[in-house]
């Protein structure tokens, strides 16, 4: 790996930076709770699509799954595809009933629709996620790449840095700051890494991958079998899709640009945008990781590929603007966890403490929480290069906080018996088996895939809420009201959208990701 960082890159990064960051602190709003925590409810699709792009891709997508497809092959792009029909079932059926609710948070919802005690444990569960998993993350990937170009440096040093120039705007700006920040770093991402895909393939990786694909090589499948160590085909199944629920349905930093949009309809095709985005990581991510292998053999670290790929292939001025852009996008990521995690405490916890707040104090409490939150990320953000990659890091966690919490949720909005009993004894019982399968997983399951651990923890909780729930009271109408999917709702939904043209049609759009994801697990199987 070599340096050759000209006066132009440096240049063309630091314009970069400070012309997003400009942009970002001239579009925030932070007048009312309203606009700080969900932008006035006002974006547009493509503003909730872009920014739902910018903000998932971070580290896991940036470095970790660039990484993964280094040293495991295409299978890591299986994450992104689940994610895709993952996103087409929220957008249809989840999101109808979190946007007709009026809720600023995800916790909000388990409160609607079953106690309080069920928002506190998620809402908890989430901010320790969003810090410890999300935020420090997105910290150490930014600085990863800062090490290479100056090796001397002090990761915590960098860490800080990063931190303190995400903060810059978040804390002032609130989520039109984020958002609007990620509208430019999305455009310009895509444009950099499809013009960095191409520099990869022309530099010999090309050739590497058609002969790969001609000799049939596991690399190039993304169905493997059973005894994979990367992702066994099972896991597409019964594995993925409780992870991506989670990720993409209740995940607040990601859910809280969808409920920023002006309308419904305008957040279903702001989903569907993204899944139409994500599918192209097959291309801009996963198959140049893949074509990296001829190009960078032996790497120490598989989380290198992306930053490898960035010094060593990139012309002069384009090499600075996807540094840039990859600072950039970090940074924004950091900026929206900040601003949800602010949100979780500021509306689930303070507005209860205090519920004569202001507009204005509760503005107030949700800077100093963003303030609070990076700078734990920024202490944690160094302890993660003691993980194998970023990807495994975020994907075994997770793998454990997700399956109770996903139940909870789908049993929330499809099932009107279950109750807040119920919910809240599969939370804790969840909680308190995915503590236990952590500490002793190699003695109960061996070598057993972490993928398949997830319907585990998943099945166990979703029964033991539907046992407790038929042992106690039905749950009050009020519980149920305007909380749960309606069928009747969704066939006149459906009849209505006839009359639309093709291009509203958000279940059409939904369709055709159905069809290209299906695609691309045939062609690659």
């Known amino acids: 790996m070599t340096m050759r960082l000209s006066i132009v890159d440096i240049a063309v990064v630091a314009v970069s930076i400070l012309g997003i960051v400009w942009w970002a602190l001239r579009h925030g709003r932070s007048g009312d709770s309203k606009s700080y925590f969900l932008a006035g409810r006002s974006m547009p699709w493509w503003g909730v699509g872009l920014s739902l792009f910018a903000a998932s891709i971070s580290s896991t997508t940036l470095i970790g799954q660039t990484g993964d497809a280094y040293s495991t092959g295409l299978a890591v792009f299986n994450y992104n595809l689940v994610g895709v029909f993952v996103m087409v079932f929220f957008a249809t059926f989840l999101l109808p009933v979190y946007i007709r609710t009026g809720i600023f948070t995800m916790p909000e919802y388990l409160e609607r629709r079953f106690d309080a005690r069920s928002r506190y444990y ?20 930014a600085a990863l790449i800062v090490k290479l170009l100056l090796p001397e440096a002090d990761i915590r040093i960098i860490v800080l840095l990063f931190a303190a120039l995400a ?24 444009v950099g890494s499809l013009l960095m895909a191409l520099w990869v393939a022309a530099s010999g990786g090309f050739d590497y991958f058609r002969e790969l694909l001609s000799a049939g090589d596991p690399l190039v499948r993304l169905i493997r079998p059973m005894d994979d160590p990367a992702t066994p085909w099972l896991a597409l199944a019964v594995g993925m899709p409780i992870t991506g629920l989670y990720f993409w349905a209740n995940n607040q930093t990601l859910v809280q ?26 291309l801009l991510f996963a198959i140049p990781g893949v074509m990296c292998r001829q190009l960078f053999p032996g790497l120490e670290r598989p989380d290198m590929v992306y930053p490898a790929m960035i010094l060593n292939l990139m012309p002069v001025g384009l090499l600075g603007l996807m540094l840039a852009v990859l600072f950039a996008a970090l940074t924004s990521t950091l900026g929206a966890i900040m601003n949800a995690t602010s949100t979780l405490f500021t509306m689930d916890f303070y507005r209860k403490f205090d519920p004569r707040a202001s507009d204005r104090r509760l503005v107030r409490v949700g800077k100093i929480v963003s303030l609070i939150v990076v700078v734990i990320a920024a202490l944690w953000a160094p302890q993660i290069g ?14 454990y906080l997700a399956p109770p919490v996903v139940a909870a949720f789908l049993l929330g909005v499809f099932s009107r018996r279950v109750n807040g009993q119920g919910v809240f004894a599969g939370l804790v019982a969840g909680l308190v088996v995915a503590v236990l399968m952590m500490l002793f997983r190699t003695a109960i399951f061996g070598d057993m895939h972490f993928l398949f651990i ?42 209505a959208l006839r009359r639309k043209a093709w291009w509203n049609n958000h279940l059409l759009w939904g369709v055709i990701l159905l069809i290209a994801g299906g695609t691309l697990l045939l062609l690659f199987s």
């Open 257 to 282: 640009r969808v409920l920023s949009a002006r309308s419904l309809n305008e957040g279903r095709k702001g989903v569907m945008l993204n899944g139409a985005i994500t599918l192209s990581t097959l």
């Open 386 to 399: 003691r993980f194998d990659s970023l990807l495994k890091y975020y994907q075994e966690i997770l793998s």
């Open 122 to 141: 998620f809402s908890f569960i989430s901010i320790i996620g969003n810090v410890f998993l999300d935020a420090a993350g997105a910290l150490y990937a």
């Open 454 to 495: 997830v319907p585990i923890l998943f099945l166990f909780s979703l029964l033991l809420m539907v046992v407790v729930s038929l042992l106690t009271a039905p749950p009050a109408d009020d519980r149920l009201r305007g909380n749960l999917f309606s069928a009747a709702a969704f066939r006149k939904e459906c009849i």
């Open 167 to 190: 903060a810059s705007y978040t804390i002032s700006g609130g989520l039109s700051s984020a958002i609007n920040a990620e509208i430019l770093q999305a455009a310009i991402l895509l």
